[in-house]
Every structure is written in structure tokens, then in C-alpha cells.
């Protein structure tokens, strides 16, 4: 059976596991989506998963092992984000089941009003391989910040899409459609890519000599004391 597979990065607060489980689930019939989080969450809908940096791979530990279409991946957001992309291309490399459906990366807005140090080298990054952007929280107070971040992609050209989450009625069915709209093609059939789009070419995946990433990707939540 093939399985889509959600990757979501977010930023401290946002509370993406609740809006996700929310949007998900249906009380009449079997969980559609079975979720990963490096914290268990739900014994009976989640599992969670270690990353092994030394071999680069993603290590799932199901509670309650179901066969799903879909599956959501929770990143963290105090570890590398590069090494947990390549960890999640060499898992789906090993199964043949798993397909790639989108990056989802969920904002707390109030984030936007006092910025961590290397906040934006973290987005642009974080940016580079996301389908689907989502701002929680949206205020009067931090309207503007979010449509300065939405502008820069706009106008930048990602074709990633953007999203203000209200407490009801959002587009749940486009925000999980799994079309791809990310900068990065290295989640693409390699087959079907061109060299200079291949993992090992990526801005933020090519590596020096040393082994060290060329462009590394700063950790601007590791103080936070509710990081992910």
C-alpha cells in the first residue's frame, strides 16, 4: 500500500499537532492520517521517532502500528534541519511504500514581533523546501510582519503557497492536496531530476570536503524552552 508522507516544521507555539489532529480526524470512521512527533502526543492516532544523525535515518516507534494512506512527520525545531531532511529522503529511499506529499511549516506569528537572533536564515531555509506555509495567531499587532514574510517569498518567486489559519473554516483539503509547490526538487523521483537538482547538489544539502554542510542552517529555538 502506498503512503503519502506530511513532513511539518514549525516554530514554538504553534500548536500544529492540535490543528493537524483537529483536521484530521473523524470520530465515524478509521484515522485517515497516523502521526509521528519526537514526543508522543496521542497513544491512540501517534508514534514517535528518533533520529540517528550518526547513519542519517528516521526511526519510527509505532505505539499502535496502523496502516495508513497518509502519515505526518513532526521535525524539530532544536535539531539540523538539513540532517532531518536527508534522514527522511534516505527512509523513503528504503521504502518503496512511502511517497512524498508536502512540507507543511506552521508560524507563530507573535515570533514575527521579536524575532530570535538567525530567525530569517532559519525560515529561508525552512522556506526552501515548503509546500505550504500556515501563520497562526494572526493579530493587528503582527498583520504587517506576516505580509512582509509573505512578500519576500512572492517576491523571491517560491511556489510555495501561504496561509493565515483562522480558528474555524480553513482550506484544510488544498493545504493537504499533494501537489508539490516547494522551491527544493530533491524530494522528486531522481530519475526525473536534472544534476544541479539532485540532494547532493541542494543549496542547503551539499556538503564540503570535510563533510560539514556548505551553507549551514542556523538553530534559532534552542533557548526556548518549548521547542519541539
Same mark, same amino acid.
Given at each position: 500500500?502506498?503512503?503519502?508522507?506530511? #513532513?511539518?516544521?514549525?516554530?514554538?507555539?504553534?500548536?500544529?499537532?492540535?490543528?493537524?489532529?483537529?483536521?484530521?480526524?473523524?470520530?465515524?470512521a478509521?484515522?485517515?492520517?497516523?502521526?509521528?512527533?519526537?514526543?508522543?502526543n &496521542?497513544?491512540?492516532?501517534?508514534?514517535?521517532? !528518533?533520529?540517528?544523525?550518526?547513519? =542519517?535515518?528516521?526511526?519510527?516507534?509505532?505505539?499502535?502500528?496502523?496502516?495508513?494512506?497518509?502519515?505526518?512527520?513532526?521535525?524539530?525545531?532544536?535539531?539540523?534541519?538539513?540532517?532531518?531532511?536527508?534522514?527522511? *529522503?534516505?527512509?523513503?529511499?528504503?521504502?518503496?511504500?512511502?511517497?512524498?506529499?508536502? =512540507?507543511?511549516?506552521?508560524?507563530?506569528?507573535?515570533?514575527?514581533?521579536?524575532?530570535?537572533?538567525?530567525f530569517?536564515?532559519?525560515? $529561508?531555509? =525552512? @522556506?526552501?523546501?515548503? $509546500?505550504?506555509?500556515?501563520?497562526?495567531?494572526?493579530?493587528?499587532?503582527? @498583520?504587517?510582519?506576516?505580509?512582509?514574510?509573505?512578500?519576500?517569498?512572492?517576491?523571491?518567486? %517560491?511556489?510555495?503557497?501561504?496561509?493565515? *489559519?483562522?480558528? !474555524?473554516? &480553513?482550506?484544510?483539503?488544498?493545504?493537504? $492536496?499533494?501537489?508539490?509547490?516547494? #522551491?527544493?526538487?530533491?524530494?522528486?523521483?531522481?530519475?526525473? #531530476?536534472?544534476?544541479?537538482? *539532485?540532494?547532493?547538489? $541542494?543549496?542547503?544539502?551539499?556538503?564540503?570536503?570535510?563533510?560539514? %554542510?556548505?551553507?549551514?542552517?542556523?538553530l534559532?529555538?534552542?533557548?526556548?524552552h518549548?521547542?519541539?
Amino acid at each position: 500500500m502506498t503512503c503519502s508522507l506530511y #513532513l511539518v516544521i514549525e516554530t514554538p507555539r504553534a500548536g500544529a499537532f492540535d490543528l493537524l489532529q483537529s483536521a484530521t480526524s473523524d470520530d465515524d470512521a478509521p484515522p485517515a492520517f497516523y502521526f509521528h512527533a519526537s514526543k508522543l502526543n &496521542n497513544p491512540e492516532k501517534s508514534g514517535t521517532w !528518533k533520529f540517528d544523525s550518526e547513519i =542519517v535515518r528516521m526511526h519510527f516507534e509505532d505505539a499502535k502500528p496502523q496502516e495508513t494512506h497518509e502519515k505526518i512527520i513532526f521535525l524539530s525545531n532544536s535539531l539540523g534541519i538539513a540532517d532531518q531532511i536527508e534522514g527522511c *529522503l534516505e527512509t523513503i529511499r528504503e521504502n518503496d511504500s512511502l511517497v512524498m506529499a508536502r =512540507v507543511l511549516t506552521f508560524i507563530d506569528s507573535e515570533i514575527l514581533h521579536h524575532t530570535p537572533p538567525d530567525f530569517q536564515d532559519w525560515i $529561508d531555509a =525552512v @522556506a526552501h523546501f515548503t $509546500d505550504s506555509m500556515l501563520f497562526v495567531h494572526r493579530s493587528n499587532n503582527n @498583520a504587517s510582519a506576516i505580509q512582509q514574510l509573505i512578500d519576500r517569498y512572492t517576491n523571491m518567486r %517560491y511556489p510555495m503557497e501561504t496561509f493565515i *489559519l483562522g480558528k !474555524k473554516n &480553513n482550506p484544510w483539503t488544498r493545504i493537504l $492536496d499533494p501537489t508539490p509547490r516547494r #522551491l527544493s526538487h530533491v524530494f522528486d523521483p531522481v530519475e526525473l #531530476l536534472e544534476d544541479e537538482d *539532485l540532494p547532493e547538489h $541542494d543549496r542547503y544539502l551539499s556538503r564540503l570536503a570535510s563533510g560539514e %554542510y556548505k551553507q549551514k542552517v542556523p538553530l534559532p529555538f534552542l533557548n526556548d524552552h518549548i521547542s519541539f
